[in-house]
Each structure stands twice: as structure tokens, then as C-alpha cells.
């Protein structure tokens, strides 16, 4: 439990960091007010969420902080991707500095509120499926989860990160920025893929669900 605290302090801490770097620095001000709003509607909720699963489910938060791929097709979706994710937030710096985009106010406060409630559906999931973890792994224990959202598609974690991602650029205000948060669910398309792959391989009882859920991430449709 303490190496996981320790771990979750650095995570936290790296995140002033990465707004510092990423997003203020491109935009040569501290004044930019968009970087604070979107950032505080994730992160107080993060604490509380933190808090919430430090004492009723550790081992979630465990898996959360794996990083690394076991899958040759996963590590280069996820070199690719955070490429793009990294463009995605540096652009709206070198927006805000040059003036490239005009997003009235109350466009930027619809896309925060977005954001808000597609993490707030994020963490619904994580309650739900407490295997949700950032690599593609089944462990030794894990079951299939068919309550929930997941009784209506199979990646319900999927559909709230990408309304997260066409937000973002809108909360940041740049019109810029939307191109490559765009592309970011093509790899999540790819990831999702490769995930069925493994799963309907590895964990016992997945390939029945897949035939009782038709549906990945959009009802009716994919």
C-alpha cells in the first residue's frame, strides 16, 4: 500500500509539470485561464476518486499504474498515439499565444462540462470493472463484467475517452488542436481490436459475451 501511495504522489505531482511544460510554455504565459478550468475539472475529481478506491479497492488502482505493453501491436499503438496526444496539447499553447482561434466563452465552458461528466462516466466504468487497466492484460482471477454499461457495449471506458478527447481541444480553445485529437480514436479503434483479440484468446467466457454484446463502443452502429 505505501509503494502504491508513493506512486500515485509522483504520478500527481508530474502533473503541474506537464501543463508547465506541454501547454504553458508554447504559450510563453502563465495567463491562460482555459489550462486551469480544464485541469481542475479532472483533477479534483481524480482526488476524491483516488481516495475512494486507496480504501475500498486498491488492487484497481494498482493495475492503473501499469504502464508498459506486454504486446508488440500495443506498444506501437501507444508510441504512435501519444505522439499525436502530445501535439494535441501542445498546440493549443502556441494557439493561445498567436491568437489562431476565437472560441467564445461559453463554447469552452460546454466542452469543460463535457469533459466533466464523460470522466465522471470514466470512473462509473471503474467502479463497474475493476480489471480495467491501462494494459491489455487478464489476470488470473479476472471474470467477464456484463452489468452495467457493459451490458449495452463492450467497451463502455472507450466511449467516454473519446467524448473526452473531441472536447478537449474546444475546452482549451483551439480549433487547431481538434485535428489531432481526431485521430486519437483510430488507434483507440486499433487498440480495441487487438484487446477483442486477446481476451476472446485468454479470458474464459469473452467470446459468448461478444455474441450476447454486438456492440464495441456506439450502440446500433460499432
Same mark, same amino acid.
Given at each position: 500500500?505505501?509503494?502504491?501511495?508513493?506512486?500515485?504522489?509522483?504520478?500527481?505531482?508530474?502533473?503541474?509539470?506537464?501543463?508547465?511544460?506541454?501547454?504553458?510554455?508554447?504559450?510563453?504565459?502563465?495567463?491562460? #485561464?482555459?489550462?486551469? *478550468? +480544464?485541469?481542475?475539472?479532472?483533477?479534483?475529481?481524480?482526488? %476524491?476518486?483516488?481516495?475512494?478506491?486507496?480504501?475500498?479497492?486498491?488492487?484497481?488502482?494498482?493495475?492503473?499504474?501499469?504502464?508498459?505493453?506486454?504486446?508488440?501491436?500495443?506498444?506501437?499503438?501507444? %508510441? %504512435?498515439?501519444?505522439?499525436?496526444?502530445?501535439?494535441?496539447?501542445?498546440?493549443?499553447?502556441?494557439?493561445?499565444?498567436?491568437? #489562431?482561434?476565437?472560441?467564445?466563452?461559453?463554447?469552452?465552458?460546454?466542452?469543460?462540462?463535457?469533459?466533466?461528466?464523460? +470522466?465522471?462516466?470514466?470512473?462509473?466504468?471503474f467502479k463497474v470493472n475493476s480489471y480495467a487497466s491501462r494494459v491489455i492484460e487478464v489476470d488470473k482471477d479476472q471474470t467477464?463484467?456484463?452489468?452495467?454499461?457493459?451490458?449495452?457495449?463492450?467497451?463502455?471506458?472507450?466511449?467516454? *475517452?473519446?467524448?473526452?478527447?473531441?472536447?478537449?481541444?474546444?475546452?482549451?480553445?483551439?480549433? #487547431?488542436?481538434?485535428?489531432?485529437?481526431?485521430?486519437?480514436?483510430?488507434?483507440?479503434?486499433?487498440?480495441?481490436?487487438?484487446?477483442?483479440?486477446?481476451?476472446?484468446?485468454?479470458?474464459?467466457? +469473452?467470446?459468448?459475451?461478444?455474441?450476447?454484446?454486438?456492440?464495441r463502443i456506439i450502440p446500433f452502429i460499432w
Open positions: 500500500m505505501k509503494k502504491l501511495k508513493i506512486k500515485i504522489i509522483i504520478r500527481l505531482a508530474l502533473l503541474p509539470l506537464f501543463i508547465g511544460v506541454v501547454i504553458l510554455l508554447p504559450a510563453g504565459t502563465f495567463n491562460f #485561464w482555459h489550462v486551469y *478550468v +480544464y485541469f481542475g475539472v479532472l483533477f479534483i475529481p481524480m482526488i %476524491f476518486v483516488i481516495f475512494y478506491f486507496l480504501k475500498k479497492d486498491p488492487k484497481f488502482l494498482e493495475r492503473r499504474m501499469k504502464i508498459k505493453e506486454q504486446q508488440k501491436q500495443q506498444k506501437k499503438i501507444i %508510441f %504512435f498515439s501519444t505522439f499525436i496526444y502530445l501535439l494535441g496539447f501542445i498546440l493549443p499553447g502556441f494557439d493561445y499565444r498567436f491568437g #489562431w482561434s476565437n472560441i467564445p466563452i461559453i463554447v469552452v465552458i460546454t466542452a469543460d462540462i463535457i469533459v466533466f461528466f464523460s +470522466y465522471i462516466f470514466i470512473i462509473y466504468v467477464v463484467i456484463s452489468t452495467g454499461p457493459y451490458s449495452i457495449i463492450r467497451h463502455p471506458m472507450y466511449l467516454g *475517452v473519446i467524448v473526452m478527447y473531441l472536447a478537449t481541444p474546444i475546452a482549451l480553445g483551439s480549433y #487547431w488542436a481538434i485535428i489531432p485529437f481526431a485521430l486519437l480514436p483510430i488507434f483507440l479503434v486499433q487498440r480495441i481490436l487487438n484487446e477483442e483479440k486477446i481476451l476472446s484468446e485468454q479470458l474464459v467466457g +469473452y467470446k459468448e459475451y461478444c455474441k450476447k454484446v454486438k456492440f
